[in-house]
């Protein structure tokens, strides 16, 4: 229950090595495990989010080694199947995707129900119908997911209601060793999911798109392993992006190898007035003009992606005019601006869609924003807790702007997915510790 304190109202300045991709990594590790085979990946980020998966390789069995940013992996001494809750362990929704590759080896496995960041309900439906086509029986049994293979695993026709990327990246792990052919509609296509399916290519799955939503799956009777190297973090490197727009300072982002993966935020950063340039390091984000009020609307990528909103919303209350944000994704997505409304940002939450009806359409849900330009940001005088990962880092940035001290609770939600923010920050001649509860 610790929290961060930070003296903010200055411009920033300085230098920042971007962490790989928290939506991959995980994804990628759980994928070697389809492989009795060594892999290594690089760019592993040092994250809570991490340090959960290598707990749960632990409780199956695996080898592996973990040096810097590098890890490497032997699945093929995998012994375990039935893995039990531990409450010191925030899984995130990574044991549910274990299960996948699970059950290629098992006709039973059980691991933790899924937990991590709340901003509306986030189903595992669409997994469970997954299963339920390849002929695996779910049940649930107090905090456990218990799956039970009824008959050998052989490809199916799946066609998502929505495209999910978590259910995408289940209909992957659990389609490129089931006998026969796959075919995966409606799929997600986030930067993510493409480089999970090069890293199943490279270990020899065969995969590949028939249609601009559609993967075909033909499986194999055997992976291999694979170096595969992870790209950067886009929501990460967006955080540094708004920061500098928003202190009017200069921040080089180092590590970033992927641009392209960027290009629908860059495009919305640019129209307000943030400016960026490549450099050898990475690329440079700092103030092009007096950043301008936008209309935005999120979506399923290469939409405007929900992960970019939060910190957004923040940058809308530095710009002139009166910005709005329609959020189609999750029915609590906007909750932060009550928080961020205590550092004196003036918004209006309400329950009609700004712009064409989406799914929360007449539902009652508080699911669009207008957001006042201008403000003049004072750190609130009380502890701002983080409701998940991107309300935790907006709030940081928040606290990085507004005069006077901020303090940011529920600081292990940010440790999710931000890899050693404390020397980040201070990295940028940021005034920021981390306080114990009870002490002054």
């Known amino acids: 229950m610790d929290f961060y304190q930070v003296k903010g109202g200055y411009n920033f300045s300085g230098q920042i090595r971007c962490g790989g991709a928290k939506?991959?990594?995980?994804?990628?590790?759980?994928?070697?495990?389809?492989?009795?085979?060594?892999?290594?990946?690089?760019?592993?980020?040092?994250?809570?989010?991490?340090?959960?998966?290598?707990?749960?390789?632990?409780?199956?069995?695996?080898?592996?080694?973990?040096?810097?940013?590098?890890?490497?992996?032997?699945?093929?001494?995998?012994?375990?199947?039935?893995?039990?809750?531990?409450?010191?362990?925030?899984?995130?929704?990574?044991?549910?995707?274990?299960?996948?590759?699970?059950?290629?080896?098992?006709?039973?496995?059980?691991?933790?129900?899924?937990?991590?960041?709340?901003?509306?309900?986030?189903?595992t439906d669409f997994h469970f119908d997954i299963l339920s086509k390849f002929g695996i029986k779910m049940s649930e049994e107090e905090n456990q997911y218990i799956a039970k293979k009824t008959s050998k695993l052989v490809g199916q026709k799946i066609t998502l209601p929505f495209p999910s990327v978590g259910?995408?990246?289940?209909?992957?792990?659990?389609?490129?060793?089931?006998?026969?052919?796959?075919?995966?509609?409606?799929?997600?296509?986030e930067p993510e999911i493409l480089c999970l399916i090069s890293l199943l290519q490279q270990m020899g799955?065969?995969?590949?798109?028939?249609?601009?939503?559609?993967?075909?799956?033909?499986?194999?009777?055997?992976?291999?392993?694979?170096?595969?190297?992870?790209?950067?973090?886009?929501?990460?490197?967006?955080?540094?992006?708004?920061?500098?727009?928003?202190?009017?300072?200069?921040?080089?982002?180092?590590?970033?190898?992927?641009?392209?993966?960027?290009?629908?935020?860059?495009?919305?950063?640019?129209?307000?007035g943030g400016g960026f340039q490549r450099i050898p390091e990475g690329i440079r984000f700092f103030r092009r003009e007096k950043l301008k009020s936008i209309s935005i609307e999120t979506g399923a990528y290469p939409i405007f992606s929900t992960d970019y909103q939060p910190m957004l919303t923040l940058m809308m209350s530095q710009a002139d005019g009166i910005s709005s944000v329609h959020e189609t994704l999750f029915?609590?997505?906007?909750?932060?601006?009550?928080?961020?409304?205590?550092?004196?940002?003036?918004?209006?939450?309400?329950?009609n869609c700004i712009g064409s009806p989406c799914q929360f359409h007449q539902q009652n849900h508080k699911h669009s924003a207008f957001v006042c330009g201008n403000a003049q940001l004072i750190a609130p005088d009380e502890i701002i807790e983080s409701e998940n990962l991107r309300s935790g880092m907006t709030y940081l940035i928040?606290?990085?702007?507004?005069?006077?001290?901020?303090?940011?609770?529920?600081?292990?939600?940010?440790?999710?997915?931000?890899?050693?923010?404390?020397?980040?920050?201070?990295?940028?001649?940021?005034?920021?510790?981390?306080?114990?509860?009870?002490?002054?």
């Open 167 to 189: 259910a995408t990246e289940f209909g992957l792990l659990i389609s490129v060793l089931a006998e026969g052919i796959s075919v995966l509609d409606n799929v997600a296509t």
């Open 331 to 351: 029915e609590d997505r906007l909750a932060h601006l009550k928080n961020l409304n205590k550092f004196g940002v003036k918004s209006d939450v309400v329950t």
């Open 205 to 272: 799955a065969k995969i590949h798109w028939t249609g601009k939503s559609e993967i075909t799956i033909e499986g194999v009777k055997t992976l291999y392993g694979a170096n595969y190297r992870i790209i950067s973090d886009r929501i990460e490197t967006a955080s540094w992006a708004v920061l500098a727009a928003c202190s009017d300072g200069s921040i080089d982002v180092h590590n970033v190898d992927n641009i392209e993966y960027l290009s629908t935020f860059l495009g919305i950063y640019q129209r307000m």
């Open 23 to 123: 939506n991959l990594s995980i994804k990628a590790i759980i994928a070697t495990l389809l492989s009795d085979n060594i892999s290594i990946l690089e760019n592993i980020p040092d994250i809570l989010d991490i340090k959960s998966i290598k707990h749960l390789l632990n409780e199956i069995g695996v080898k592996f080694e973990h040096n810097k940013d590098v890890i490497s992996i032997d699945a093929g001494t995998i012994n375990n199947f039935i893995i039990k809750e531990n409450k010191d362990v925030l899984y995130g929704r990574t044991t549910i995707l274990l299960l996948a590759a699970l059950m290629h080896r098992s006709d039973i496995v059980s691991v933790p129900k899924m937990d991590g960041c709340k901003f509306g309900p986030r189903s």
């Open 398 to 440: 928040a606290g990085c702007l507004a005069k006077g001290i901020s303090k940011i609770g529920n600081i292990h939600l940010i440790g999710r997915g931000y890899e050693n923010i404390l020397e980040k920050l201070r990295s940028l001649n940021i005034d920021i510790n981390l306080i114990k509860r009870g002490e002054k």
